[in-house]
């Protein structure tokens, strides 16, 4: 099976991707990570089904603005679906990688469960900082570390090729791009990368 199969046959369900009640707290500590983002422009990459939209919706308020895409038709219909209430975010149908996205408008770039599915992750890693503003920023967040991350993709047709790099690698493939490394956590329950644009 392809990886946009897997999706695709994932977004036929009826709550597809939402965050376990024993991970709550793994998205309580995420959003502590993130600060106060009220007012804050979010580029959301890979938005799936919605679980992190719609709580993006509520942290940046109404004067902030939140863009999430993805490519699976039938997941931005459940994401649009969920944040139908929320003016300040737009749901659009793309890759992370050819999306087009005006330059410099973005203060956070946030690929939550996502960025091991990327196709050509230094491709986007180039657009990307071009789509933020001077002293914007990356993060790339999961509820678990990389090794289990890639154990539980192994189980999965569709996604078994799908690897997270350890923090320590995406952080040293960051500098090499120019992004400025400032946080690399790749621990069991957390996978927390952020960096400032290049
Ligand atoms: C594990 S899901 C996570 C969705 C959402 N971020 C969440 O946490 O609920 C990964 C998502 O990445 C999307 N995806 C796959 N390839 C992508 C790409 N090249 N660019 C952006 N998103 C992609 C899939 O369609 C899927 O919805």
């Known amino acids: 099976m392809e990886r946009a199969e897997f999706f695709d046959r994932l977004a036929t369900e009826l709550d597809p991707l939402a965050i376990l009640p024993e991970h709550e707290s793994r998205m309580e500590r995420l959003r502590e990570r993130l600060g106060d983002l009220r007012g804050k422009r979010v580029l959301e990459p890979g938005c799936g089904a919605g679980a992190l939209s719609r709580r993006l919706a509520e942290w940046v308020g109404r004067g902030g603005r939140v863009l ?4 699976s038709e039938g997941m931005v219909a459940h994401c649009r679906r969920v944040v139908q209430d ?23 770039a946030l690929c939550f469960r996502v960025y091991p599915h990327l196709e050509k992750p230094e491709l986007f890693l180039g657009r990307c900082g071009d789509w933020l503003v001077p002293g914007g920023e990356l993060v790339v967040a999961n509820l678990e570390g990389s090794e289990s991350l890639n154990a539980m993709h192994a189980e999965l047709p569709g996604v078994r090729e799908d690897r997270m790099p350890a923090a320590e690698a995406l952080a040293a493939l960051l500098r090499e791009l120019g992004w400025q490394v400032v946080a690399a956590i790749d621990e069991p329950e957390e996978y927390y990368v952020r960096a400032r644009r290049p």
């Open 68 to 71: 999430a895409w993805d490519p």
């Open 86 to 108: 929320f003016a300040q975010v737009e749901v659009a149908q793309g890759t992370a990688e050819e999306i087009v996205i005006g330059a410099g408008e973005w203060d956070l």
